[in-house]
């Protein structure tokens, strides 16, 4: 049944009257869990373990005390270990370490029940109503104003409230065996130290996409949330988890004014001044836009941020921004590229000011790649590319030099010098061969001894 948003409060407002306060929280959950579960709990980044481990390094919620140690099977009980107030807390700095069981999807009602977009829509909104407005062929190639777009925006802000979680800082997240977030965006704004591990992460969709008929020679419909979003953050570490779309692929969407209705944005995005980054042997799978690190080409505050190390990765079947980069120094080593088919577009974005330092990464592709368009140029002027290998519709592994393959062909050439050398790696880099098997092995949720 549709819930409207005055329902969903008038439902949660008669819960908390007839049981007198909100449901009582989640006992501390340390006699609960194993012994393994209880130390990667508390475990930090390794020292020199990329970028999120300069200075004092990443911690998360290793210091929580036996209060601050809890299970979320649900969005409510999440929240509240979070907290206990999605509004605020992104403001809770307390030490906390929140386990996830199960399966927490986003759209999760007060009563339990999953909402659906209807549930969310402002009363004003409606698709039908939103593609007849703003059809290119009656509005013209203009931004959409006036009341229907409006209507969007205000069911953006009650999608916002609902599927948007915070996190505050010193906080810990780790999924339990079969962990899974759904519809869910975690979104960590204005904080520090904050690890996220063992999660898989999925369809994190748009109910409210935005037409967008200037981005583009056809425009384009741009959506909004992210699996997890880095903004003005630092000393985050997101390790061991698994991003898909689920049984909700962007290829499945229908097509509106001639484009792509699309419903996802990123996996993993580090913007707005964001820096001290480390993605470290996640998955990536079947996924459109991927890592955007930067979101403006507008020179500012970004200078000397945006600081993000990717290592051990596996990027399976994506499309684009493996990572795309603007302005930061980001370390690219000892990646599993293995890309190919319909939509693909490159896998290395070089933007505006970006020193993108990539070394040791495996490329597996099909036929219809060409190794010259793994790198794409986004106004930037030089990368560091070395130790790459690769592996063409399962002939034999080669080195391969990508940046040499890509000024061959395109113009202007990219330099070969990012003009920095990382320092901050864990431990000497595997032989490029190996990394398709140490990656194989270990990449994503699922793998860490819970």
Not at 107 to 124: H, I, N, R
Not at 301 to 309: A, E, H, M, Q, S
Not at 362 to 367: A, E, N, V
Not at 421 to 438: E, F, H, M, S
């Amino acid at each position: 049944m549709r819930r409207t948003a005055a329902g969903v409060a008038a439902l949660l407002a008669a819960t908390l009257a007839v049981t007198g306060a909100a449901p009582a929280p989640a006992a501390p959950a340390d006699a609960a869990l194993s012994r393994p579960a209880r130390e990667l709990g508390r475990q930090a980044l390794s020292a020199n373990d990329g970028w999120a481990a300069e200075g004092t390094g990443t911690t998360g919620g290793g210091a929580a005390a036996p209060g601050r140690i809890r299970v979320a099977r649900t969005r409510a009980e999440l929240v509240d270990a979070l907290g206990g107030d999605n509004a605020t807390n992104a403001a809770d700095a307390t030490p906390k370490i929140v386990y996830v069981a199960g399966a927490v999807d986003g759209f999760e009602g007060p009563d339990g029940a999953l909402l659906d977009c209807a549930d969310l829509a402002d009363p004003e909104y409606t698709l039908d109503g939103y593609l007849a407005a703003y059809d290119p062929a009656v509005w013209g190639r203009v931004d959409p104003s006036g009341p229907l777009e409006a209507a969007r925006v205000r069911s953006v802000a009650n999608q916002t409230r609902q599927t948007q979680v915070n996190v505050g800082s010193n906080t810990t997240i780790i999924g339990l065996r079969g962990a899974r977030l759904t519809g869910l965006t975690l979104m960590i704004d204005r904080v520090s130290n904050v690890i996220v591990r063992n999660l898989t992460l999925t369809d994190a969709r748009d109910c409210f996409p935005a037409w967008s008929p200037t981005d583009g020679d056809a425009g384009n419909w741009n959506s909004q949330y992210d699996q997890i979003s880095v903004r003005r953050s630092d000393h985050v570490w997101v390790d061991h988890n698994t991003f898909t779309d689920g049984d909700n692929p962007d290829s499945g969407q229908p097509t509106h004014f001639g484009r792509p209705y699309q419903v996802h944005d990123g996996s993993l995005d580090v913007t707005h001044t964001a820096s001290l980054v480390t993605a470290s042997w996640n998955r990536f799978a079947g996924r459109d836009k991927l890592m955007l690190i930067g979101s403006s080409n507008t020179v500012g505050p970004d200078v000397g941020r945006l600081k993000v190390t990717v290592h051990h990765n596996l990027f399976d079947g994506d499309l684009q921004r493996l990572p795309r980069v603007r302005f930061g120094q980001v370390d690219v080593h000892e990646n599993h590229y293995r890309l190919g088919g319909p939509g693909f577009e490159y896998a290395l974005g070089v933007g505006v000011q970006s020193a993108l330092y990539a070394e040791n990464n495996f490329f597996t592709l099909t036929d219809d790649v060409d190794p010259a368009d793994l790198i794409h140029d986004w106004g930037g002027t030089a990368l560091t590319e070395r130790g790459s290998w690769l592996r063409r519709d399962g002939g034999p592994a080669r080195p391969v030099d990508l940046l040499g393959a890509y000024n061959a062909a395109h113009d202007p050439d990219l330099g070969g010098d990012a003009g920095w050398t990382p320092t901050l790696r864990a431990g000497p880099l595997l032989p490029t061969p190996l990394v398709p098997l140490a990656v194989g092995a270990f990449a994503g949720a699922g793998r860490l001894p819970l």
